[in-house]
């Protein structure tokens, strides 16, 4: 796991400064510190930081082929470099060193772009082609590693993460407005678009050939829905083994492999997966939370690590913990995401730190699998909705009681606003529908020169985008599809790689292995949301590494009490950041708006979510821009939207 970066400059002619490609690279010293390596060439500059995990002593970046034509810098891992390596060893190519960096880069001379299609793992990768003076970068299928570029025509200059590309001076770190409301509208940031101006993603799936000052990007890989009438019997065996195969590549390490332990399916899953199939002992991470009244995981994340013979850790935060490090968490994140449990991820991180380098997470296995309830809540809201005409009023008086029973009656309440509403119009993500208080009450909460910068329609682009490119009639992969591109890359795994990196730790997600994915997306809905059991499928097949009183709890998802804490600890914190006179001189937001907002969740707790999505948006703001002037005139310029031209896809 390491962190890359690097800059092209489309004159044959331009020389590239190797200080500034160390520089770029000391940016992001955290992701790296065991090493850095850097290859500069006329008009190319590649940089690179190392976390050790595979060939400890010879996998040493920049890395080249046999005749130094080639060189690569790459991050990630690839779990399948020993059978690639052999399959290209008896084509000729000669290796000098263990690492599956190496492989790559003599898997790109056999295949040129076509590599990528034979990887498995995550990746973000740049491949200098001196022969053909030209650039390749990749990202893998899921976007698990983050793979950012800032692209002006004459140059491109890119990065894990954008702190190595603003320590470029010719990037200027600029607000894009129009970008605020899709951060407010998703609660992330969706799409290849960021919140700075002209820095954009490399998107999941997705490569970037640079060549003779032209850029193509074509995507290589999608996840396509079409079930099968595959045997429940069989698709339970066939799961097992892929989980399997799995959680064995994903073992594969030159250093101690640890676990994080939430108390829930996914994560004890994978502890008990890996029970027994290292030489080296297995470690295991949980965090509870300094306050009465909130789910405590420990106690049930204790019982898979006795079960397992891990060595368990836990610590202990509360709210100056948490507030403490949000400037940090901003500046680590760098989009502005609403996921207060990455500050939890962060301490755990920081813990582990001291026993490992490695961490193995359950991440993904609700988007794979359909575990969150909001699936089986809006599956039942569509077959409802089917019913349709005048015996749907029906439906629902006579059943209020039972459903009620089902989903809550603050849940059905929330529902009920969607009978009306075509599917496409109301699922933007898990996290967010026309109801929520941005997309709802927007005309309240912007000023009115603020609304001209705003547009709902591009805030809704990438959605859009999917929906239209999604062929499954069925609404249930509808949703996973859409969240499988949105949520998951642009709000978990950014968490997931910023919270972890941020330590020097490399994590790992076997859940979202791309076979494993394929699989799933090929499962009759009816194995994945069965009655009213979510995940139905991987609960059978995980039976025996799941104790019963873990894998038949209600899920809690991660209870990190902040809204508790932004009430009551954190209330005159929240008040001061969100009305300061440096945050209202932007212009962005209606004062008395905002003042409403923390009245009533004062009362109510019911915009906790709204108001740490301001006050993360405000203090990354704070974070980036400082050297910038903060006024109103120029906070409130509306940039081009990026020309894509010269961009094939």
Same mark, same amino acid.
């Given at each position: 796991?390491?962190?890359?970066?690097?800059?092209?400059k489309?004159?044959? &002619?331009?020389?590239?400064p190797?200080?500034?490609?160390?520089a770029?690279?000391d940016?992001?010293?955290h992701?790296g510190?065991d090493?850095?390596?850097?290859?500069?060439?006329g008009?190319?500059?590649?940089?690179?930081?190392?976390?050790?995990?595979?060939?400890?002593?010879?996998?040493?970046?920049?890395?080249?082929?046999?005749?130094?034509t080639i060189?690569?810098?790459?991050?990630?891992?690839?779990y399948?470099?020993?059978?690639?390596?052999?399959?290209?060893?008896a084509?000729?190519?000669?290796f000098?060193?263990?690492?599956d960096?190496?492989?790559?880069?003599?898997?790109?001379?056999e /295949?040129?772009?076509?590599c990528?299609?034979?990887?498995?793992g995550?990746?973000?990768?740049?491949i200098?082609?001196?022969r053909?003076?030209a650039?390749?970068?990749?990202?893998?299928?899921?976007g698990?590693?983050?793979?950012?570029?800032?692209l002006d025509?004459?140059?491109l200059?890119?990065?894990s993460?954008?702190?190595?590309?603003l320590a470029?001076?010719?990037? !200027?770190?600029?607000?894009?407005?129009?970008?605020v409301?899709?951060?407010?509208?998703?609660?992330?940031?969706?799409?290849?678009?960021?919140?700075?101006?002209?820095? !954009?993603?490399?998107?999941?799936?997705h490569?970037?050939?640079?060549?003779?000052?032209?850029?193509?990007?074509q995507?290589?890989?999608?996840?396509?829905?079409?079930?099968s009438?595959?045997?429940l019997q069989?698709?339970?065996?066939?799961?097992?083994s892929?989980?399997e &195969?799995?959680?064995?590549l994903?073992?594969?390490?030159?250093?101690?492999?640890?676990? /994080?332990?939430?108390?829930?399916?996914?994560s004890?899953?994978?502890?008990g997966?890996?029970s027994?199939?290292?030489?080296?002992?297995?470690?295991?991470?949980?965090?509870?939370?300094s306050?009465?009244?909130?789910?405590?995981?420990?106690?049930?994340?204790?019982?898979a690590?006795?079960?397992y013979g891990?060595?368990?850790?836990e610590m202990?935060?509360?709210?100056?913990e948490?507030a403490?490090?949000?400037? !940090?968490?901003?500046?680590?994140?760098?989009?502005?995401?609403?996921?207060?449990?990455?500050?939890?991820?962060?301490?755990?991180?920081?813990?582990?730190?001291?026993?490992v380098?490695?961490?193995?997470?359950?991440e993904?296995?609700?988007?794979?699998?359909?575990g969150y309830?909001?699936?089986?809540?809006?599956?039942?809201?569509e077959r409802?909705?089917?019913?349709?005409?005048p015996?749907?009023?029906?439906?629902?008086?006579?059943?209020?009681?039972?459903?009620?029973?089902?989903?809550?009656?603050?849940?059905?309440? !929330?529902?009920?606003?969607?009978?009306?509403?075509?599917?496409?119009?109301?699922?933007?993500?898990?996290?967010s529908?026309?109801?929520?208080?941005?997309?709802?009450?927007?005309t309240?909460?912007?000023t009115?020169?603020?609304?001209?910068c705003?547009d709902?329609?591009r805030?809704?682009?990438?959605?859009?985008?999917?929906?239209?490119?999604?062929?499954?009639?069925?609404?249930?992969?509808?949703?996973?599809?859409?969240d499988?591109?949105?949520?998951?890359?642009d709000?978990?795994?950014i968490?997931?790689?910023?919270?972890?990196?941020?330590?020097?730790?490399?994590?790992?997600?076997?859940?979202?292995?791309?076979?494993?994915?394929?699989?799933?997306?090929?499962?009759?809905?009816?194995?994945?949301?069965?009655?009213?059991?979510?995940?139905?499928?991987a609960?059978?097949?995980?039976?025996?590494?799941v104790?019963?009183?873990?894998?038949?709890?209600?899920?809690?998802?991660?209870?990190?009490?902040?809204?508790?804490w932004?009430?009551?600890?954190?209330?005159?914190?929240?008040h001061?950041?969100?009305?300061?006179?440096?945050?209202?001189?932007?212009?962005?937001?209606?004062?008395?708006?905002?003042?409403?907002?923390?009245?009533?969740n004062?009362?109510?707790?019911?915009?906790?979510?709204?108001?740490?999505?301001?006050?993360v948006?405000?203090l990354?703001?704070? &974070?980036?821009?400082?050297?910038?002037?903060?006024?109103?005139a120029?906070?409130?310029?509306?940039?081009e939207?990026?020309?894509?031209?010269?961009?094939?896809?």
């Amino acid at each position: 796991m390491c962190g890359i970066c690097g800059k092209l400059k489309f004159d044959k &002619e331009a020389e590239i400064p190797a200080a500034l490609v160390k520089a770029m690279a000391d940016a992001i010293a955290h992701r790296g510190p065991d090493d850095e390596g850097f290859y500069v060439s006329g008009q190319v500059g590649l940089g690179f930081r190392r976390l050790s995990i595979i060939d400890l002593s010879g996998g040493h970046q920049p890395l080249s082929n046999e005749d130094g034509t080639i060189w690569i810098v790459f991050n990630g891992e690839i779990y399948n470099f020993r059978e690639l390596r052999t399959w290209l060893t008896a084509k000729g190519h000669i290796f000098k060193t263990q690492s599956d960096t190496e492989v790559i880069v003599h898997l790109y001379e056999e /295949l040129g772009e076509a590599c990528v299609d034979k990887l498995r793992g995550m990746f973000a990768f740049a491949i200098w082609d001196a022969r053909q003076k030209a650039l390749f970068l990749a990202r893998d299928r899921v976007g698990i590693k983050p793979l950012y570029y800032w692209l002006d025509g004459k140059s491109l200059v890119f990065g894990s993460e954008i702190k190595a590309i603003l320590a470029d001076p010719e990037v !200027r770190a600029e607000v894009a407005p129009e970008m605020v409301d899709r951060f407010l509208t998703f609660y992330y940031m969706p799409g290849e678009e960021t919140l700075f101006c002209g820095i !954009r993603k490399l998107q999941p799936g997705h490569w970037m050939l640079i060549k003779d000052g032209k850029v193509h990007i074509q995507q290589y890989w999608n996840l396509h829905f079409k079930p099968s009438s595959v045997r429940l019997q069989q698709a339970e065996e066939e799961l097992l083994s892929l989980l399997e &195969e799995s959680m064995q590549l994903h073992m594969i390490s030159d250093v101690p492999v640890g676990f /994080l332990l939430s108390g829930g399916v996914d994560s004890t899953a994978m502890l008990g997966l890996a029970s027994g199939k290292t030489d080296f002992d297995i470690s295991s991470y949980t965090i509870g939370f300094s306050d009465d009244g909130i789910t405590d995981e420990r106690p049930i994340a204790r019982v898979a690590a006795s079960l397992y013979g891990s060595t368990h850790h836990e610590m202990t935060i509360g709210a100056k913990e948490f507030a403490d490090f949000l400037p !940090r968490y901003v500046w680590h994140m760098e989009e502005p995401v609403c996921e207060p449990p990455a500050v939890a991820l962060y301490y755990i991180s920081k813990l582990a730190k001291n026993f490992v380098k490695v961490l193995i997470s359950g991440e993904g296995g609700d988007e794979v699998f359909a575990g969150y309830p909001n699936y089986r809540s809006m599956l039942w809201l569509e077959r409802l909705k089917s019913i349709g005409g005048p015996l749907l009023n029906g439906v629902l008086s006579a059943g209020l009681g039972f459903f009620n029973g089902i989903l809550g009656s603050d849940k059905l309440a !929330r529902y009920l606003p969607l009978f009306n509403v075509p599917f496409g119009s109301y699922y933007y993500s898990r996290t967010s529908s026309p109801f929520t208080f941005f997309n709802s009450r927007a005309t309240e909460l912007y000023t009115s020169d603020f609304a001209q910068c705003s547009d709902k329609r591009r805030s809704l682009t990438p959605l859009k985008k999917l929906l239209a490119q999604n062929a499954a009639n069925d609404p249930l992969n509808k949703m996973l599809y859409v969240d499988t591109k949105t949520w998951l890359p642009d709000d978990l795994l950014i968490k997931a790689d910023k919270m972890t990196m941020a330590n020097s730790i490399e994590l790992r997600v076997p859940l979202l292995d791309h076979k494993l994915m394929e699989f799933a997306a090929s499962l009759p809905g009816k194995y994945k949301v069965h009655g009213f059991t979510t995940k139905y499928l991987a609960k059978r097949a995980l039976r025996k590494q799941v104790p019963r009183e873990i894998l038949d709890r209600k899920k809690t998802g991660f209870p990190v009490p902040y809204d508790q804490w932004m009430r009551r600890d954190l209330k005159d914190w929240l008040h001061e950041i969100l009305l300061d006179r440096e945050t209202t001189d932007r212009g962005y937001f209606q004062i008395a708006t905002v003042r409403e907002l923390l009245s009533e969740n004062q009362e109510s707790g019911r915009y906790a979510k709204e108001l740490f999505s301001l006050a993360v948006l405000e203090l990354w703001h704070r &974070e980036f821009l400082k050297k910038q002037p903060s006024t109103e005139a120029s906070s409130l310029v509306v940039n081009e939207p990026f020309q894509a031209s010269n961009l094939s896809s």
